[in-house]
């Protein structure tokens, strides 16, 4: 995704040139962009070769704590084949070093991010979208009343762009960005479902996410995706009478939903509880929806379990 840094500065400088003469900050960015905000003493690891992504993601790593080795970094994100790293091995990359990522992409995240003290990794594209020259950066400040972003990128720290090359190239670069917070925070502008995906995909490469599903948990009580994500991890753990408590807590706050009830009857049968089972199975299959028919299929288990004398067990 990187090209040479001689080549990058050239065709960096001549996009710059020309972004100068014709770009505009757009309504949307100066409408969500307001006030400076910046982050102070973000390490900076110059750029190599190829190198900007194990760069880029070096840094933040550093600020948020990790100490962290740019060559083992840039084994774990780096792809030879392709002279770069792709977005999917950064967010990767990240996770395997202990940090859960979050991707951001709309200046209010942008911005919002900074006001809470976290650099941002943005992805730009610094050519042309028919003739792309990809670039991984860390932006550490925006300036709306001087209309400048300053940002660690190649082989400078703190350059500071024009705020309207710095909107385009993040445009063509997909608006794509991420921030690493503190092992269990919870960003403010983050929402459920995109906070559980990503400790589902820091799940899957080994992280513990026990504090991160009890934290989300914690903040959206009432959120059946918070919830669930919570009481399946304490059942595969064998928490089950603590799973089947988040579920009771779950479908009081949603009575309505089918597969809280459903989910809720299944732990009771290994519980043993036959009869709240059954009444929560009765429950999903009366609520009928999409998961009709699991809840028929719950039911039915019960049933046969009651019938085969394990009601007075």
């Not at 519980?271 to 429950?283: F, H, Q």
Request: net charge negative; hydrophobic share 40%.
């Amino acid at each position: 995704m990187e090209t040479s840094s001689f080549k990058a500065a050239l065709l960096c400088a001549v996009f710059i040139f020309l972004s100068a003469c014709t770009a505009k900050v757009s309504p949307v960015w100066e409408s969500e962009v307001t006030s400076s905000v910046s982050v102070e003493n973000v390490p900076f690891y110059p750029q190599e070769e190829y190198q900007c992504g194990p760069a880029s993601l070096a840094a933040v790593l550093d600020y948020s704590g990790v100490d962290v080795q740019l060559d083992n970094l840039t084994g774990a994100v780096y792809t030879p084949s392709r002279k770069g790293s792709l977005q999917t091995a950064m967010l990767s990359g990240a996770r395997r070093f202990g940090r859960v990522p979050y991707k951001i992409g709309t200046p209010a995240e942008l911005r919002d991010s900074l006001a809470m003290g976290y650099p941002v990794v943005v992805l730009q594209n610094n050519g042309l979208r028919f003739a792309p020259v990809w670039h991984y950066a860390v932006v550490t400040g925006l300036y709306p009343d001087e209309k400048k972003v300053r940002l660690h990128s190649g082989l400078e720290k703190d350059l500071i762009l024009d705020e309207a090359t710095f909107e385009h190239t993040w445009n063509r670069g997909g608006k794509w960005g991420f921030i690493l917070p503190e092992p269990y925070g919870i960003p403010g502008f983050v929402s459920t479902s995109s906070y559980v995906d990503s400790v589902t995909a820091f799940e899957k490469v080994g992280g513990d996410p026990a504090e991160y599903y009890r934290g989300a948990y914690s903040e959206w009580s009432d959120n059946p995706l918070a919830g669930m994500a919570y009481a399946n991890y304490l059942y595969g753990e064998g928490e089950l009478a603590h799973a089947a408590e988040v579920y009771e807590n779950l479908v009081e706050a949603n009575p309505d939903r089918g597969v809280l009830w459903n989910n809720l009857a299944n732990i009771l049968l290994e519980t043993g509880d036959y009869d709240k089972a059954l009444d929560a199975a009765e429950r999903a299959v009366s609520l009928g929806g999409r998961f009709s028919k699991q809840a028929g299929q719950t039911l039915n288990e019960i049933k046969e379990e009651v019938q085969n004398g394990h009601k007075e067990e």
